[in-house]
């Protein structure tokens, strides 16, 4: 590993650590901001540290009972304010040759430095952390409201023709739920299902997808992951990128997992964005070719360590919010084959727009969380459960809150922009990474320059 890539490793195993994440763990019950770890390199002595182990048990600076002992001494053993500052450096030095690589170094050094600040913010060793500082750290932009109205307006055209009224007392929402009752997924059943519909996608994305990608990508399997449906996590889902496995000639086996909330009340319509968002051609099918990028020696280590919170997270969330239009090969909602498909899309679509009016209610203009509650319920359409999850367990955490939940509307609209700009040939590399590893803000020269 050469200079970049040790300092990469421990800046962000460092901050992952600090914030109670296990990279190695291979549930999402352990895993943070640290998304991956494949690239067989030794880990790091941010990960390694005496003390390490301690703060991740106890579930770091955001855990219930802080242990500030722990803390503090992984602090004097890791310097973590210096691996991001080498990053920074590291950039500065190859930004005449590799501009774009230097910027995406730049950013993920911002989004770093934001992510330590907010963790001394809640050790109480240093100021608050401005909340629009926070959401232009990881998305690149200014945070802004989120505007459903005319995804409902759509809706209820479309369940109006499917015979559920929108005018009657319950509304929209009461149409809303009585057409997710009549569709909810059995849970017990969840893996069948599951494999079922990855079938269909993988099926969909080699007919609209690989055909823009480079060759070497036939031999990658777009979707090696098992379902497993868990109890009483804080998650709605959680897709756990493992790609430690290996066949016999050291040849990567692209393997995941995706763990989901049994208690999640979810439609088939919407079941099916979901696979294609978390499995193929969304974040499995991303994460596969960026490893096999990186055996190729196309991608740098930092391809290697995917990280939440970061310009490329919102890049990513972008790509698997659009896999399902990308999977058939579309760039509108309206394009899509069936009219339940498109209420399905619709929906999972307004609970992003949720996420990221949760962090802009309750950061931006300190709402109560009762209030927000009632609010994602009413005007994006969620579930009960949703709106629990969303205005409690996300919305409320002081890292995720600020830095996560925008970056999945910010990536959506600029990735759906992107694909109407630009045609498949051009836009479907770039994003996927064949231009060089890409993030939100830096996507738009690596385009321009292909």
């Known amino acids: 590993m050469d200079m970049l890539g040790r300092l990469v490793a421990d800046a962000i195993l460092g901050i992952d650590t600090l914030w109670g994440g296990d990279v190695m763990c291979p549930s999402g019950t352990g895993r943070f901001i640290a998304d991956s770890w494949f690239s067989d390199e030794p880990l790091p002595a941010a990960y390694t540290a005496p003390a390490a182990a301690r703060v991740r048990e106890s579930g770091g600076v955001s855990g219930k009972n802080v242990d500030r002992q722990a803390v503090e001494q992984y602090l004097r053993q890791v310097d973590l304010p210096q691996a991001i500052a080498g990053i920074r450096e590291e950039a500065g030095k190859i930004a005449a040759a590799?501009?774009?690589h230097s910027q995406y170094l730049q950013g993920l050094s911002l989004c770093l430095e934001t992510m330590w600040d907010l963790a001394m913010e809640v050790l109480g060793k240093g100021p608050a952390v401005p909340y629009a500082r926070c959401v232009e750290s990881s998305t690149g932009r200014p945070p802004e409201a989120s505007q459903p109205e005319a995804k409902r307006q759509r809706l209820a055209e479309l369940l109006s023709r499917a015979g559920y009224a929108t005018t009657n007392a319950a509304g929209l929402l009461g149409a809303v739920d009585a057409w997710r009752r009549e569709r909810v997924v059995p849970m017990a059943s969840v893996r069948a299902l599951g494999a079922a519909v990855i079938a269909q996608f993988d099926h969909l994305s080699a007919t609209n997808l690989l055909p823009y990608?480079?060759?070497?990508?036939?031999?990658?399997?777009?979707?090696?992951?098992?379902f497993l449906p868990i109890k009483d996590a804080w998650f709605s889902g959680s897709m756990n990128y493992i790609g430690r496995a290996r066949n016999p000639d050291r040849s990567p086996r692209y393997e995941a997992t995706y763990e989901i909330n049994a208690s999640l009340q979810i439609s088939v319509p919407e079941f099916e964005q979901l696979v294609s968002h978390e499995v193929v051609p969304g974040h499995v099918t991303t994460f596969a070719y960026l490893q096999d990028l990186y055996v190729r020696e196309k991608a740098g280590f930092e391809a290697t360590v995917l990280t939440m919170n970061t310009r490329a997270a919102t890049l990513f969330e972008g790509i698997a919010n659009n896999a399902i239009l990308i999977a058939h090969g579309v760039t509108e909602i309206d394009q899509l084959p069936d009219e339940d498909l498109q209420i399905g899309v619709l929906l999972a679509l307004l609970q992003d727009d949720a996420k990221n009016q949760s962090s802009y209610l309750t950061w931006g203009e300190g709402a109560q969380r009762e209030q927000v509650?009632?609010?994602?319920?009413?005007?994006f359409l969620v579930t009960e459960e949703r709106a629990d999850k969303l205005s409690g367990a996300w919305g409320q955490h002081p890292l995720l809150g600020r830095m996560y939940l925008p970056a999945y509307r910010a990536g959506t609209e600029r990735v759906a922009q992107l694909r109407r700009s630009y045609p498949a040939e051009r836009v479907l590399p770039a994003i996927y990474g064949c231009s060089g590893l890409a993030d939100i803000v830096t996507i738009d020269e690596i385009l321009r320059q292909s």
């Open 98 to 100: 590799r501009k774009t």
């Open 213 to 226: 990608l480079p060759q070497e990508f036939v031999r990658v399997p777009r979707a090696n992951i098992e």
């Open 373 to 379: 509650a009632a609010i994602l319920r009413r005007d």
